[in-house]
């Protein structure tokens, strides 16, 4: 099986912050990753899917990089709405969750 | 646009087997991949298993042994049955749609069902 870590498990920040979130895989998963935002009570929401194409409708705050084992989720300037949990999936493997990066606005 | 929901019995005692119909609207079911995903109270997501149109299947290694999922396309539905529940099995469970054949990425999403295993 493919290992999804992400980091940091928790983050506090304030609006305007330049945000970064980081999932790294046991092993090459090519492009085969996407981050997710899920709110309280919610189905998770796609923002990014093969690595760094952005979904549509999702603000361009939001972009993603990586390739093989390391991939980063940047939130350019923190917005109020923006907090929540965020996800990676690597699906090059079977499928695979990150453990979640909860976001909390100062 | 294809919208996703779940639906089924809200409680299942413990050894017995948990089944959920995902009903898809919308859209076609056919030519695409369809999974359930779960997430324990408090928890991550964790990945169940997927099924094709056609009735291909993968299911991850944690749920292999006592999952089963299934597709009626005539009537755009599929379906999930674990079996032998436990009270680690109580869970919010999404049913969810891959983007296409190429990016296999969970592009659309129901709104869960929550489970409980008493």
């Known amino acids: 099986d493919v290992q999804m870590t992400q980091s940091p498990s928790t983050l506090s920040a304030s609006v305007g912050d330049r945000v970064t979130i980081t999932c790294r895989a046991s092993r090459n998963i090519k492009s085969w990753l996407a981050w997710y935002q899920q709110k309280p009570g919610k189905a998770p929401k796609v923002l990014i899917y093969?690595?760094?194409n952005l979904q549509s409708g999702v603000p361009p705050r939001f972009s993603g990089s990586g390739s093989g084992t390391e991939f980063t989720l940047t939130i350019s300037s923190l917005q109020p709405d923006d907090f929540g949990t965020y996800y990676c999936?690597?699906?090059?493997?079977?499928?695979?969750f990150g453990q979640g990066t909860r976001v909390e606005i100062k | 646009q294809v919208q996703l929901r779940e639906s089924g019995p809200r409680l299942v005692k413990s050894s017995e087997t948990l089944s959920l119909t995902c009903s898809v609207s919308g859209g076609s079911i056919s030519g695409y991949y369809w999974s359930w995903v779960r997430q324990p109270p408090g928890k991550a997501l964790e990945w169940i298993g997927y099924?094709?149109?056609?009735?291909?299947?993968l299911y991850s290694p944690s749920f292999q042994s006592r999952t089963t999922l299934s597709v009626d396309m005539s009537i755009n539905q599929f379906s999930l049955k674990l079996r032998s529940v436990t009270a680690a099995d109580t869970a919010v469970y999404f049913c969810a749609r891959g983007r296409d054949f190429d990016n296999m990425d969970l592009e659309v999403w129901g709104l869960g069902t929550t489970v409980t295993v008493s």
């Open positions: 999936l690597q699906h090059d493997s079977y499928w695979t």
């Open positions: 093969k690595a760094s």
């Open positions: 099924i094709y149109s056609r009735g291909s299947t």
